[in-house]
């Protein structure tokens, strides 16, 4: 079992920025993706970022690139996700996944974050 604590969420006026965190404990077997979906009122979880267990390779969505940024720090067991220039469109609960390799599906992420909320005013 891994459990994830998601944190760094809030309100933020657009143009502004956040940084989350997804703390990772417990078992896991071997390498890994982590990733951040997210779910607006009313829409289905969508796909934001995932990055490689090195790190050294990272996946966006369109919607996001150039604007937010997915890192890890293994030590820490821990991914962030730095959100600069928001819009309200990016207002939505975000959560913190992991999954045994790269997919965009949040149907291949075996465990799951509680989310944080991002709400950002126009």
């Known amino acids: 079992q891994v459990q994830l604590v998601e944190s760094g969420g809030g309100l933020v006026q657009a143009g502004g920025s956040l940084r989350l965190s997804c703390a990772a404990s417990g078992r896991s077997r071997g390498s890994y993706m982590m990733a951040w979906f997210r779910q607006a009122p009313g829409k289905e979880r969508e796909f934001v970022a995932a990055v490689s267990w090195s790190g050294g390779y990272t996946y966006y969505t369109d919607s996001v690139k150039g604007r937010f940024t997915i890192s890890r720090d293994n030590a820490k067991n821990t991914v962030y996700l730095q959100m600069n220039s928001l819009k309200p469109e990016d207002t939505a609960v975000y959560y913190c996944?992991?999954?045994?390799?790269?997919?965009?599906?949040?149907?291949?992420?075996?465990?799951w974050g509680q989310g944080t909320q991002v709400t950002v005013s126009s």
């Open positions: 996944a992991v999954a045994a390799r790269a997919s965009t599906s949040s149907g291949q992420y075996d465990y």
